[in-house]
C-alpha cells in the first residue's frame, strides 16, 4: 500500500532520510566521482601524514560520505589514522574536493583525535 506524498518540507526531508539510498545493482560510485575525486583523496592522504608527521607506514583512510541526517552536509570529509596502535579521527564538513591544508587541524592537536577503546563510534 502506498501513502500519499509528504505535504511538507518537514515530512519531506524525514522521508528521505528514512528511505534507503536507491542504487542500482550495477552502480559503481567509485566510476561516478572520476579521477579529480581520487586525486583529491589522495591529496588529503598526503597533507595528513605531513600535518601530523606519521610514518611512511601508518595506515591513513580518507573517505567522503554522504550525509542524509537533517542539518548534515550533503558530503563530509572523513580522516581517520593510526599510529601506534591508536585510531584518530576528524570530520570536515565539505566535500572532500573542496578540503583546503588549512582545513586540517593543528598538529598539536593530535592526541585529542584519539578515539578511546571503549567508545563505539559509528559515524565512521
Known amino acids: 500500500m502506498n501513502s500519499p506524498p509528504p505535504d511538507n518540507d518537514y515530512e519531506r526531508a524525514l522521508a528521505g532520510w528514512l528511505s534507503p539510498p536507491s ?3 550495477d552502480d559503481d560510485p567509485f566510476a561516478k566521482k572520476g579521477q579529480g575525486n581520487a586525486e583529491a583523496l589522495e591529496r588529503v592522504r598526503v597533507w595528513t601524514r605531513e600535518r601530523f608527521k606519521l ?4 595506515a591513513i583512510l580518507v573517505s567522503e560520505l554522504e550525509c542524509r541526517l537533517p542539518g548534515c552536509p550533503p558530503l563530509e ?3 581517520a589514522f593510526w599510529e601506534n596502535d591508536k585510531r584518530h579521527h ?3 564538513f565539505k566535500p572532500v574536493a573542496k578540503v583546503a591544508l588549512d582545513d586540517l587541524p ?3 592537536v593530535k592526541s585529542e583525535l584519539i578515539v578511546p577503546d571503549d567508545v563505539s563510534c ?3
Request: proline share 5%; with cysteine; charged share 15%.
Open 23 to 25: 542504487v542500482a545493482v
Open 55 to 58: 610514518a611512511p607506514e601508518a
Open 77 to 79: 570529509t572523513v580522516i
Open 90 to 92: 576528524f570530520k570536515l
Open 106 to 108: 593543528f598538529a598539536w
Open 122 to 124: 559509528e559515524c565512521c
